[in-house]
């Protein structure tokens, strides 16, 4: 797999929810062939059963598509643990660290395209993980993050890695700043010392810069940071693999009260363009069904209104057949089936994203999405 014969353009960070899933879903078939998405496996929606969540991923990228697995550990650590599912019982059953992350392996085993991340929880269980993961055959992937760093895991774990032929090393600073665009001499340092340490691997430079707040604002542009800084460090590193969030924070944000106000964002090479509309304060707390029709029916207007200014700003690609152009061409129509939700909206905006970065060297292919769109 990580190998000189790799053909995978990018490497993104995803997660197992509606909006992500199905941006992926609705991408170009010959898009997913060239993206190696990575998973931390959590529950699906409501469902019981981790099946339910890998049935997800399949379906969203295609049954005979690779991908990485990891775990997340901090979904599980966020839930209340009285609540607990029996989905949730199977994931701590894959985070038991005895015997080299035995469960662990087993799982990925049966999962014939799975592409296992190393767990770091408990490093005296590294080398019996890695061995046993070694022998799947599939390559291995090491997701370091920065508090990984800061214990100096990479030191502790160094001395079993020389020599591990197919092994993906991603460096994932999950979120950033604009001043991580400035830092990039000393990430360029820290990846030229891996790569010196461990010249076989395969090395991957992750983040996210995408915002958490767009309050107080018509409309406007966020740089994608996380490209900048790529671009930086990939001067010295020229075979360095794209990741990121796909335009989406690295921690997921709880909602909070009351419904976000419609907002549609356009994902172009450097900048998230966004345009967004307030709804009349007095409908925030809808609650006869009166007010919550009226609502409603707000809603789809002013996401209508969004819709068509997107479409008369000069970044807007109109000849692009891609599927979050597509949505936002129906809203700006008033169709039922155009975005209605920031769950839909924020799909649109992963979806345009992804194909996006992985066309980013190779801008006169990103029109060709090869397969049709279908309504």
């Known amino acids: 797999m990580f190998t000189n014969e790799f053909d995978y353009k990018y490497c993104p960070i995803l997660s197992i929810s509606p909006a992500e899933t199905t941006a992926l879903k609705e991408l170009p078939a010959k898009d997913k062939q060239l993206i190696l998405p990575l998973f931390p496996i959590k529950s699906w929606a409501t469902a019981n059963k981790l099946s339910s969540s890998l049935e997800r991923v399949r379906n969203s990228l295609g049954k005979e598509n690779f991908w990485i697995a990891d775990i997340d550990h901090a979904d599980l650590k966020t839930r209340d643990q009285s609540k607990l599912r029996e989905v949730h019982q199977e994931i701590l059953t894959l985070m038991d660290s005895r015997n080299g992350y035995r469960n662990w392996y087993e799982f990925i085993q049966k999962e014939k395209y799975l592409i296992p991340c190393l767990q770091l929880q408990d490093l005296s269980e590294f080398q019996q993980q890695l061995n046993n993961l070694v022998s799947l055959n599939r390559g291995v992937v090491l997701r370091l993050k920065q508090v990984d760093i800061q214990l100096a895991v990479l030191e502790r774990i160094t001395p079993y890695l020389i020599g591990t032929e197919n092994i993906l090393i991603i460096l994932d600073l999950e979120q950033i700043t604009r001043d991580a665009v400035d830092t990039h001499g000393t990430i360029t340092d820290l990846l030229l010392t891996i790569n010196?340490?461990?010249?076989?691997?395969?090395?991957?430079?992750?983040?996210?810069?995408?915002?958490?707040?767009?309050?107080?604002?018509?409309?406007?542009?966020?740089?994608?940071?996380?490209?900048?800084?790529?671009?930086?460090?990939?001067?010295?590193?020229?075979?360095?693999i794209y990741s990121d969030r796909g335009s989406a924070r690295a921690e997921k944000q709880s909602g909070g009260a009351g419904t976000p106000p419609p907002r549609i964002d356009y994902a172009c090479r450097n900048e998230w363009h966004f345009i967004r509309r307030e709804l009349p304060s007095n409908l925030n707390n809808a609650n006869s069904e009166e007010e919550k029709n009226t609502k409603k029916k707000q809603k789809k207007q002013l996401y209508t209104q969004i819709a068509s200014d997107i479409m008369l700003q000069d970044y807007w690609e109109e000849s692009l057949a891609l599927y979050s152009n597509y949505l936002i061409e129906l809203t700006a129509k008033g169709d039922d089936y155009g975005i209605d939700s920031a769950q839909k909206a924020t799909a649109v905006r992963i979806n345009k994203h992804l194909h996006t970065q992985l066309y980013y060297d190779n801008i006169t292919e990103i029109q060709d999405t090869d397969d049709d769109w279908v309504d």
């Open 196 to 240: 010196n340490l461990l010249p076989n691997a395969k090395l991957s430079l992750s983040s996210t810069s995408f915002p958490d707040s767009f309050g107080g604002y018509y409309k406007g542009c966020n740089s994608i940071h996380e490209r900048a800084l790529f671009d930086r460090v990939r001067l010295q590193l020229p075979e360095l």
